[in-house]
RNA sequence: GGCGACGUGGCCAAGUGGUAAGGCGAGGGUCUGCAAAACCCUUAUUCAUGGGUUCGAUUCCCAUCGUCGCCUCCA
């Protein structure tokens, strides 16, 4: 089975071929690090954890390189975004960055989001992107105008090959004024002179400046993955004018493919509008977890394809809630009865066995299939329900739950990241395993309250553990518990 | 105005040229001392609207209406 993707390069799915068998070479244009992430970051980062995630289980090895960057990232007054940061906060521009650089990992570590192998930051690669633009000076595709540099659109014929736009349709300079010294009105910049008392400043062969947005992806990819890589990554929002400027620079500086995939992910909107820094409608990361667990956080997130849009509500968190309970319970319900299973009927054996290939190979394909984890994650739920069907009825054996406990640990917990570890409810240290002792006596004596059909005490033990946290589920071979959600 | 994407049940959301996955919610039931969890049944003759292609379209084409993103900083 091979594995398709949807390329925005030519708007269709197409099988995935990497340039060199068995390995993927991957960047997606990571985070401007000067205020909290929120869940539009999530949104992205999630989508692409699982990306790497999948082709990783598939077999392939994934070099997967994001980008942090700490300069060059202009609003629209002209200032930049990590100075703007850290008048705010009244701290050296280099605080911010590390500060807002640590949130982020610390966020994307609570969502279960796996490191990139390198996350390579702008202002620590200068000589690479003035290198790459005095590539593009010498191949005519930029031009130096008194200390700052530009990139010649009309330079490069297939500028607007990714969002689908021409130079001539653009009306440039419709809002922002163009600057005269510009050759065309599209053509953006790559090296900016630096006023005297600018704080974020290098020296190179125009002067003192410092470098445009977009050159620090052409160039640190370019060191990392090479001129040409597999899947460029990002959010749809970027695709212009950032996702089109890195395609020009880099191939205009390479004279080859920049990248061979482009995959973008849909925006997450909050009541039918972008989730967005400037418009002030966004929930950060830090807070949506103070109300939802992270296995909701993604499991909301992979409900829908990672290329569509996707609106933020309460709603919407709240049944992504009550799904990764219901698949967490199932999972968790397979390794409890796991422990005390037998063999079982052969005949019922094949049955189920049967089964779970169904479901595994229905969470394959779709994986398969340009990575459509809705489709994957219906298979988990189906699968849940015959689970729990066998499990009810006693029929499922010592193989069918060890079958169905790799299921979920693998596809749901190490690909997709929605079941979470055994180790985080069951015994592990010393103090857990003590706890969890402490717990089993309570529940001793409840049952022992039960039987002498004294409710009032099995009620009160089972409510007051419940206050702490400790749910109790009464089965035919006794009382299991679990840690609540919150 | 230009470019791109999209409009599927109460909400969210897959999907296919031959009559609609899954999650949440709602109603009924089974189990239970009561709960919880779980399971069963019910909940879209219908996929924005109007045309066209076809034996047949929700799925292909055109138009209309509507929504969103980008064109200016944002994942």
Redesign the pocket.
């Known amino acids: 089975m091979s594995q398709t993707i949807y390329n925005v390069l030519v708007?269709e799915k197409e099988v995935f071929k990497p340039i060199t068998d068995g390995h993927v070479m991957m960047y997606v244009?990571?985070?401007?690090v000067y205020d909290n992430s929120h869940l539009?970051?999530a949104?992205?980062y999630v989508s692409f954890d699982v990306v790497v995630r999948w082709l990783r289980y598939s077999g392939y090895k994934v070099r997967y390189v994001q980008n942090i960057?700490d300069v060059g990232?202009?609003?629209?007054d002209g200032e930049d975004?990590i100075l703007k940061g850290a008048r705010r906060e009244k701290v050296e521009p280099m605080e911010i960055v590390e500060r807002y650089m640590r949130s982020y990992f610390e966020d994307m570590d609570a969502i279960g989001v796996a490191r990139p192998d390198i996350s390579p930051r702008a202002s620590a690669h200068i000589p690479e992107q003035i290198e790459m633009i005095q590539e593009l000076i010498a191949k005519g595709h930029a031009y130096e105008v008194d200390g700052t540099v530009y990139y010649s659109v009309e330079s490069f014929k297939e500028y607007g090959k990714l969002?689908?736009?021409r130079v001539e349709?653009?009306?440039?300079g419709?809002?922002?004024a163009v600057r005269d010294e510009k050759h065309h009105p599209m053509d953006f910049v790559l090296w900016i002179k630096a006023p005297s008392n600018h704080v974020l400043q290098w020296p190179s062969p125009w002067g003192r400046g410092y470098p445009g947005?977009h050159i620090e992806c052409s160039a640190m990819s370019n060191k990392y993955l090479g001129a040409t890589f597999d899947i460029h990554g990002?959010?749809?929002?970027?695709?212009?004018?950032?996702n089109e400027c890195e395609i020009a620079q880099s191939e205009g500086a390479h004279d080859q493919i920049f990248a061979n995939n482009w995959m973008l992910?849909g925006?997450?909107?909050v009541d039918?509008?972008?989730?967005?820094?400037?418009l002030g409608n966004f929930v950060t990361i830090k807070d949506a977890l103070k109300q939802y667990r992270p296995e909701a956080l993604r499991l909301f997130i992979l409900?829908?394809?990672y290329r569509?849009?996707?609106?933020y509500s309460a709603?919407?968190l709240?049944?992504?809630t009550?799904?990764a309970e219901?698949i967490n319970?199932?999972a968790r319900?397979a390794r409890n009865a796991l422990k005390t299973a037998k063999p079982g009927d052969a005949s019922n054996n094949e049955r189920l066995i049967t089964l779970l290939d169904q479901y595994q190979m229905r969470f394959t394909s779709a994986m398969n299939?340009d990575f459509?984890a809705?489709?994957a994650?219906?298979a988990l739920?189906?699968m849940?329900?015959d689970l729990?069907?066998a499990i009810?009825e006693g029929t499922a054996s010592q193989s069918v739950l060890e079958r169905a406990t790799s299921i979920y640990t693998e596809l749901g917990g190490q690909v997709l990241g929605v079941i979470q570890p055994e180790s985080r409810t069951a015994a592990g240290s010393g103090s857990a395993e003590r706890e969890s002792a402490l717990i089993q006596m309570l529940i001793d004596m409840r049952l022992e309250a039960?039987k002498a059909k004294d409710?009032t005490r099995?009620?009160s033990i089972?409510n007051q553990l419940s206050k702490i946290g400790v749910?109790?589920?009464?089965?035919p071979n006794g009382a299991v518990y679990r840690i609540s959600s919150l």
């Not at 349709?169 to 440039?172: G, H, L, N, Q, S």
């Not at 749910?471 to 089965?475: A, F, K, T, V």
């Open positions: 708007r244009c990571g985070p401007t539009g970051h949104k992205t960057t990232h202009l609003l629209d975004r969002s689908g736009r349709e653009m009306e440039a419709k809002r922002i947005w990002g959010g749809v929002d970027n695709i212009f004018p950032h992910t925006t997450l909107l039918g509008v972008k989730m967005s820094k400037s409900s829908g394809l569509s849009p996707a609106d709603a919407v709240d049944a992504a009550k799904g219901r319970t199932a319900r299939d459509n809705p489709l994650l219906s739920f189906d849940s329900k729990n069907t009810d039960r409710f099995a009620d089972r749910i109790l589920e009464d089965g």
